[in-house]
């Protein structure tokens, strides 16, 4: 077969999003792309221009999108030398949310799921219909399959003062593994942007039915306090506390206008309410600006206390304890953030949490000194809780035998007998084992350096595990026996610690020491997989030395943990003015190249760290697979699985 110019295939227009969809969104349903239309209303709220926003469910499996916005322009593009509305919508990465530098632009903390616009769900669609309202004008455009299938024309007049924009779009159901969208999500979605967006009204028509369809409308004039008092029907602790805070222009730290608004309270019982967002986009996996309001939570709360002498002799607050009962509505801005998933469902972006923490702790604290009533109930929650804690953690002591075996000497113990709390960190090598011990938190993380490689103990009898004294060391500091799957839960009875770690190079070497250890756990420590105690840490590949940019913000140190966050930070910087020749690159060949303030700061500190837990999916049994990989004699199977799957190399884990 020949190899010539002709080979190669250039997708030009939307043809990458239709030939490979799931690479800019999700494909079980349509409500992603009816998200991007969404999303574009809202911003137009956000900037001041949208009162209403209306949604209908057509018969047809149509969705219409409608706002009172400004419009999208109808003029000429003077560079694609198309009306700009066509170049929105079948152009990639066209729109306003690119112009990050403006200060004053609506775009700048706008939200928008895939950061490729409502060209992908033209793309994606079998018919899209667009009616523009503006500068006296009706005009119509209408797409079919991605393509322009009737031009932009103008159908008529309008006021001086109408404007808007209306969208038809019919999903193309070869794209979805479902036509439907999920009304759940959609009404989940919808009320959020009225929570968000004080004011602004939002209403979802579902066509059909005997009364010919019926209609849900959401307004919160008084955004989210009104909302999370709605949610937790006034069973609080004290009043609730709702408050922004956003930089200021020339901020050393942060960029003009990111910081974040909240409304919080805290409850003695009943259910909690908490919800977050990150430029209007839902968060409902949490993420790096929930640790920066517990962190905030707790300072200022732990401070109140401890400045009113509230706090019983012996008892020390945790961050837990103040969190425990606390409800809240978070709203972020941050400038360019970053997710982890396709679908943004948790922020990764580590400087969301030193922003959201020193945005919320000083109003907060202020707050709690101004209602010292309601502030002297929230910290005798807080209190209560640490009390039963640490009640908590006395039985789980008690309950240990006094024949338990000699800690190893290499093990660096924490301080805490809370197991739910304390972490042990099983860290490649004597250097980066020196580095972890000396930036730990003593109170709560335990340190294990191992040395070289791990035994594959894929096929050893258990009764023979312990003549190698590095699974012996482990076994003995965990306080478990190895175990069959079957057995009980009494197993990890003696667990010492909530969170197990490992913490290697991201090297080939650190892989296969992980693969190893995994193997060991899977193999004859089972249940401490099934009940979520295995974790991997990610340590960062990449170090950013950005130099000083005045007087007023000193040189910065910056981590990536790959390639796509690397690039990333490199475009925020450039925005921020910083060239990118300047900042110095390094990449980490190990975690003994780190110091322990780099490894504290990156890799084991809470509220920056990421963690990514070990679980297999339910009922599956990975015994097949980890004997072909694992089992001495399986070399013919192990290379006949890597040629067939090669590409899977450099999978996420």
């Given at each position: 077969?020949?190899?010539?110019?002709?080979?190669?295939?250039?997708?030009?227009?939307?043809?990458?999003?239709?030939?490979?969809?799931?690479?800019?969104?999700?494909?079980?349903?349509?409500?992603h792309?009816?998200?991007?239309?969404?999303?574009?209303?809202?911003?137009?709220?956000?900037?001041?221009?949208?009162?209403?926003?209306?949604?209908?469910?057509?018969?047809?499996?149509?969705?219409?999108?409608?706002?009172?916005?400004?419009?999208?322009?109808?003029?000429?593009?003077?560079?694609?030398?198309?009306?700009?509305?066509?170049?929105v919508?079948t152009?990639?990465?066209?729109?306003?949310?690119?112009?990050?530098?403006?200060?004053?632009?609506?775009?700048?903390?706008?939200?928008?799921?895939?950061?490729?616009?409502?060209?992908?769900?033209?793309?994606?669609?079998?018919?899209?219909?667009?009616?523009?309202?503006?500068?006296?004008?009706?005009y119509?455009i209408?797409?079919?399959?991605?393509?322009?299938?009737?031009?932009?024309?103008?159908?008529?007049?309008?006021?001086?003062r109408?404007?808007?924009?209306?969208?038809?779009?019919w999903?193309?159901?070869?794209?979805?593994?479902?036509?439907?969208?999920?009304?759940?999500?959609?009404?989940?979605?919808?009320?959020?942007?009225?929570?968000l967006l004080?004011?602004?009204?939002?209403?979802?028509?579902?066509?059909?039915?005997?009364?010919?369809?019926?209609?849900?409308?959401?307004r919160?004039?008084?955004?989210?306090?009104?909302?999370?008092?709605?949610?937790?029907?006034?069973?609080?602790?004290?009043?609730?506390?709702?408050?922004?805070?956003?930089?200021?222009?020339?901020?050393?730290?942060?960029?003009?206008?990111?910081?974040?608004?909240?409304?919080?309270?805290?409850?003695?019982?009943?259910?909690?309410?908490?919800?977050?967002?990150?430029?209007?986009?839902?968060?409902?996996?949490?993420?790096?600006?929930?640790?920066?309001?517990?962190?905030?939570?707790?300072?200022?709360?732990?401070?109140?206390?401890?400045?009113?002498?509230?706090?019983?002799?012996?008892?020390?607050?945790?961050?837990?304890?103040?969190f425990?009962?606390?409800?809240?509505?978070?709203?972020?801005?941050?400038?360019?953030?970053?997710?982890?998933?396709?679908?943004?469902?948790?922020?990764?972006?580590?400087?969301?949490?030193?922003?959201?923490?020193?945005?919320?702790?000083?109003?907060?604290?202020?707050?709690?000194?101004?209602?010292?009533?309601?502030?002297?109930?929230?910290?005798?929650?807080?209190?209560?809780?640490?009390?039963?804690?640490?009640?908590?953690?006395?039985?789980?002591?008690?309950?240990?035998?006094?024949?338990?075996?000699?800690?190893?000497?290499?093990?660096?113990?924490c301080?805490?007998?809370?197991?739910?709390?304390?972490?042990?960190?099983?860290?490649?090598?004597?250097?980066?084992?020196?580095?972890?011990?000396?930036?730990?938190?003593?109170?709560?993380?335990?340190?294990?350096?191992?040395?070289?490689?791990?035994?594959?103990?894929?096929?050893?009898?258990?009764?023979?595990l312990?003549a190698?004294?590095?699974?012996?060391?482990?076994?003995?500091?965990?306080?478990?026996?190895?175990?069959?799957?079957?057995?009980?839960?009494?197993v990890?009875?003696?667990?010492?610690?909530?969170?197990?770690?490992?913490?290697?190079?991201?090297?080939?070497?650190?892989?296969?020491?992980?693969?190893?250890?995994?193997?060991?756990?899977?193999?004859?420590?089972?249940?401490?997989?099934?009940?979520?105690?295995?974790?991997?840490?990610?340590?960062?590949?990449?170090?950013?030395?950005?130099?000083?940019?005045?007087?007023?913000?000193?040189?910065?140190?910056?981590?990536?943990?790959?390639?796509?966050?690397?690039?990333?930070?490199?475009?925020?910087?450039?925005?921020?003015?910083?060239?990118?020749?300047?900042?110095?690159?390094?990449?980490?060949?190990?975690?003994?190249?780190?110091?322990?303030?780099?490894?504290?700061?990156?890799?084991m500190?809470?509220?920056?760290?990421?963690?990514?837990?070990?679980?297999?999916?339910?009922?599956?049994?990975?015994?097949?697979?980890?004997?072909?990989?694992?089992?001495?004699?399986?070399?013919?199977?192990?290379?006949?699985?890597?040629?067939?799957?090669?590409?899977?190399?450099?999978?996420?884990?």
């Amino acid at each position: 077969m020949s190899y010539t110019a002709e080979s190669i295939s250039v997708l030009k227009g939307l043809e990458p999003v239709r030939h490979r969809p799931g690479m800019y969104t999700r494909t079980d349903h349509p409500l992603h792309i009816v998200q991007e239309a969404i999303d574009n209303a809202a911003d137009e709220a956000l900037g001041g221009y949208c009162k209403r926003i209306a949604v209908t469910l057509h018969g047809d499996g149509s969705v219409t999108v409608q706002d009172d916005g400004r419009g999208i322009p109808v003029e000429i593009h003077p560079l694609e030398g198309v009306p700009t509305v066509e170049v929105v919508f079948t152009q990639l990465h066209a729109g306003g949310k690119f112009n990050k530098s403006d200060g004053s632009s609506a775009y700048r903390f706008s939200g928008g799921l895939h950061g490729v616009g409502v060209s992908v769900t033209n793309a994606l669609s079998t018919r899209l219909e667009v009616e523009v309202m503006r500068d006296g004008g009706r005009y119509r455009i209408v797409f079919a399959g991605g393509k322009v299938a009737e031009p932009l024309a103008r159908i008529g007049d309008s006021g001086r003062r109408a404007s808007g924009t209306r969208l038809r779009v019919w999903p193309d159901a070869q794209f979805f593994d479902s036509p439907r969208l999920p009304p759940a999500e959609l009404e989940r979605l919808l009320r959020s942007k009225a929570v968000l967006l004080p004011g602004l009204e939002i209403s979802l028509l579902t066509e059909g039915g005997e009364t010919g369809g019926k209609t849900k409308t959401w307004r919160f004039a008084d955004g989210m306090p009104q909302y999370l008092a709605e949610q937790l029907d006034g069973e609080t602790a004290g009043a609730i506390f709702a408050a922004e805070n956003y930089a200021a222009a020339g901020d050393e730290n942060f960029p003009a206008g990111s910081g974040a608004a909240w409304a919080i309270c805290w409850s003695a019982d009943g259910n909690l309410a908490r919800e977050s967002y990150v430029n209007l986009i839902p968060t409902p996996a949490g993420g790096t600006h929930e640790t920066g309001l517990r962190q905030a939570a707790f300072d200022a709360v732990r401070s109140f206390a401890e400045h009113h002498a509230l706090l019983p002799k012996g008892v020390k607050l945790a961050a837990e304890d103040v969190f425990s009962r606390l409800s809240f509505v978070l709203a972020a801005r941050v400038l360019d953030p970053s997710f982890q998933g396709q679908i943004k469902e948790r922020l990764n972006s580590r400087d969301a949490v030193a922003l959201v923490s020193r945005m919320l702790r000083d109003p907060l604290e202020l707050w709690l000194n101004e209602h010292p009533d309601d502030a002297r109930k929230i910290a005798e929650l807080a209190i209560k809780a640490a009390q039963a804690r640490s009640r908590a953690g006395q039985k789980v002591e008690k309950r240990k035998q006094s024949g338990v075996a000699i800690l190893p000497g290499k093990l660096s113990d924490c301080q805490s007998e809370d197991i739910s709390r304390n972490e042990l960190f099983l860290v490649e090598g004597d250097s980066a084992g020196g580095s972890a011990k000396s930036g730990r938190d003593k109170e709560t993380q335990a340190i294990l350096p191992l040395r070289g490689k791990v035994l594959n103990t894929w096929e050893v009898d258990p009764g023979s595990l312990f003549a190698n004294r590095e699974i012996h060391d482990i076994a003995v500091a965990l306080g478990i026996d190895p175990h069959a799957p079957g057995a009980s839960g009494a197993v990890l009875d003696n667990l010492r610690y909530g969170k197990v770690v490992i913490m290697t190079d991201a090297d080939v070497d650190g892989s296969h020491i992980r693969v190893l250890l995994c193997t060991l756990f899977y193999r004859h420590f089972p249940k401490l997989i099934e009940h979520g105690h295995l974790y991997f840490a990610q340590p960062p590949l990449y170090r950013l030395d950005v130099p000083a940019q005045g007087k007023k913000r000193p040189p910065r140190k910056l981590y990536a943990l790959d390639d796509a966050e690397r690039g990333a930070l490199l475009d925020r910087l450039k925005m921020d003015g910083v060239k990118p020749e300047s900042v110095g690159l390094s990449r980490f060949k190990g975690l003994g190249e780190m110091n322990p303030e780099q490894l504290w700061e990156t890799t084991m500190s809470p509220d920056t760290r990421r963690l990514v837990r070990v679980r297999l999916p339910p009922d599956a049994d990975a015994r097949p697979v980890m004997n072909m990989l694992m089992a001495k004699n399986e070399s013919a199977g192990r290379r006949a699985w890597m040629e067939e799957n090669g590409a899977l190399v450099g999978a996420e884990v």
